[in-house]
């Protein structure tokens, strides 16, 4: 037997009891005539004692003669420590060892094995199974298994069923490229892997399987960006017969179970607002409302003064910040600045300051008087003291510059709290949205969302209009989760292919067997996909979804410790038919 108890797990209950421990040597303290050793496992640290007195030389030898990250066993007595460490469970013990064998011996680790490293982002993702020693990883991978194990209890409760679907499949429109893995067997064939279960789910509902769910690998081919992981995992599912109201209910109770069982939190009943909504007061689909700064339209207070840049804008819009006319001219053009950048896009952005004593000095108090501004202040609902940002353009763009210095600023004054959760949904999204490039429609969610009742008429003569019957779930400015309720006929889904731009023949060669399926007797159906990996890092209170991943990607989609991707020989070429192209 390796061990009797684990490296956590010792008290002053167990005192001059014989026990076994195996670990890793995290630690050797050589006072001469004593020597400790800190040995640790998943389960934490136990101190091992040798001394001159009470331990052979020989022993004493070995003990000095490990170096870190040794594996070791070792067997003794449990003692009540001299000067007990109050910061770890088993502080109050140590083993004085009586026999001891290296299991195994250890290079020097690239870098230290403790919660503060010396190790940088590259060696650790290097050497990830050395990273995974240390208790910030660890801990996460840990956290990652209650919330799954949490989802499938809640789901479980509720007879959903979880049920494994194909990786080695044909091409599912989740609006990415396919990974493509080419077929030994067929030659000039090839598998794709799915962006996610979508088909498969829904060809269940078919089956009769009315509540399914599945922890499972999804894969997108897309150009990386900070965060991303071309394989990422979804807790995905589908219920027949339901409406959407069904859908939300269902998977609100999974999100307070989960906030319940984990932050011991219970948000009431979230709140719902519909895309469009969500897009004026938050110039965003997936807003934070842990905070305020909502959106003030200024278009009917800021034009038609002399001020051209306005008069010529599609829309004025403007923010107040908390606390921010104290701003020094320095702080505010740094501001400017920041909204200038390219990756946020603005051209310039005009500020008001809310001074304490009710009056207002502004970056264009040339054009606008004091009764003017306080019209400004009244519509984005500046106090004393505040600042006044207003951005103007293009609706859609100034929204989404708005909306990143809205998040900007709640960074920097503090107001996104990792402890304070505030979901919503997001209702009545588009159903298409329009490719500025190509100038044609492409499904905003998936080609399989119905659109709401009585919309599909609109089609034809406004298909910017038509909103679908579709939903998001948003925790704290992310976009936790999204779903649909789908089209189960085969002619409507036949009519939303065509507005998609595929030819019946191209339909029927890509979605063929669905629309079969659908011949068949498919119920009324919805579902819902949830992004495991950024809900558990929010979870967690962090935002990065690699620090929960057990063996993630880097940013080039590398996996740097396997050196995946790699070129393959010719041989395996040959077999699989297939002959690169590449200039060299
Ligand atoms: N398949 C969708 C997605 O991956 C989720 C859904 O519609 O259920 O986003």
């Not at 609100?252 to 979230?270: N, R, S």
């Not at 469009?276 to 997936?286: C, L, S, W």
């Amino acid at each position: 037997m390796y061990r009797s108890y684990t490296c956590g797990e010792l008290r002053t209950d167990h005192i001059q009891e014989e026990v076994t421990l195996s670990g890793w040597v995290q630690k050797v303290r050589d006072k001469g005539f004593v020597v400790w050793i800190d040995l640790r496992d998943r389960y934490g640290i136990t101190q091992l004692i040798f001394d001159e007195e009470r331990t052979s030389k020989a022993l004493l030898e070995q003990a000095r003669a490990v170096g870190r990250e040794f594996v070791i066993q070792a067997k003794g007595t449990v003692i009540e420590r001299a000067s007990k460490n109050p910061n770890i469970p088993t502080g109050a013990i140590e083993i004085l060892v009586s026999e001891f064998t290296v299991l195994n011996e250890a290079l020097v680790p690239p870098f230290t094995i403790e919660d503060e490293t010396d190790g940088g982002e590259d060696i650790r993702m290097k050497y990830r199974y050395l990273d995974i020693r240390r208790n910030p990883v660890k801990d996460n991978l840990i956290f990652r298994h209650k919330v799954a194990m949490e989802v499938r209890k809640y789901l479980s409760n509720e007879h959903f069923i979880e049920i494994e679907t194909p990786y080695l499949i044909k091409s599912t429109p989740e609006g990415a490229r396919d990974f493509v893995v080419p077929s030994r067997m067929n030659e000039g064939q090839f598998y794709a892997l799915p962006q996610s279960p979508q088909t498969f789910k829904q060809l269940l509902m078919v089956g009769g399987m009315d509540k399914y769910f599945q922890i499972v690998k999804c894969f997108r081919d897309e150009d990386l960006r900070a965060d991303r992981q071309p394989e990422f995992t979804q807790i995905d599912c589908e219920m027949a017969f339901v409406e959407q109201e069904d859908i939300l209910q269902i998977f609100e109770g999974l999100t307070q179970h989960l906030l319940k069982e984990i932050h011991g939190v219970a948000p009431e009943k979230f709140p719902r607002i519909t895309y469009d909504e969500a897009m004026q007061r938050f110039g965003n689909d997936k807003p934070d409302i842990r905070f305020g700064m909502e959106f003030g339209e200024l278009n009917e207070v800021a034009q038609h003064k002399e001020f051209n840049v306005f008069n010529s804008a599609e829309l004025v819009v403007g923010i107040a910040i908390p606390g921010a006319a104290s701003y020094t001219r320095k702080e505010i053009d740094a501001l400017v600045d920041w909204v200038r950048r390219p990756q946020v896009g603005a051209k310039g952005m005009v500020y008001v300051k809310c001074n304490e004593d009710g009056s207002f000095k502004s970056s264009v108090d040339k054009f606008y008087d004091q009764n003017d501004l306080a019209k400004w202040a009244d519509v984005t609902g500046a106090k004393a003291g505040d600042l006044i940002c207003v951005l103007s353009g293009d609706s859609n763009a100034t929204r989404a510059q708005l909306s990143a210095l809205r998040m900007e600023m709640a960074e920097r004054l503090g107001l996104r709290k990792a402890t304070e959760f505030a979901p919503l949904w997001v209702i009545d999204f588009p159903l298409l949205e329009l490719d500025e490039e190509t100038g044609n429609y492409h499904a905003m969610h998936h080609p399989f969302t119905s659109p709401k009742p009585g919309q599909m008429e609109l089609l034809d003569t406004n298909p910017g209009a038509v909103k679908a019957n579709a939903y998001d779930l948003v925790l704290n400015g992310n976009e936790i989760g999204g779903g649909s309720i789908r089209i189960h006929d085969k002619d409507t889904q036949a009519i939303m292919f065509k507005h998609l731009g595929f030819t019946p023949e191209e339909a029927k060669a890509q979605f063929g067997f669905l629309m079969d399926a659908f011949q068949y007797g498919a119920p009324p159906h919805g579902g819902i996909a949830f992004g495991l990996d950024r809900l558990v890092a929010i979870l967690g209170g962090q935002e990065t979804i690699r620090d929960f991943i057990a063996f993630p990607k880097n940013n080039s989609g590398r996996d740097v410790m396997i050196d995946a991707p790699a070129s393959v020989d010719e041989d395996q070429l040959k077999e699989l038919h297939l002959k690169l192209d590449i200039p060299s």
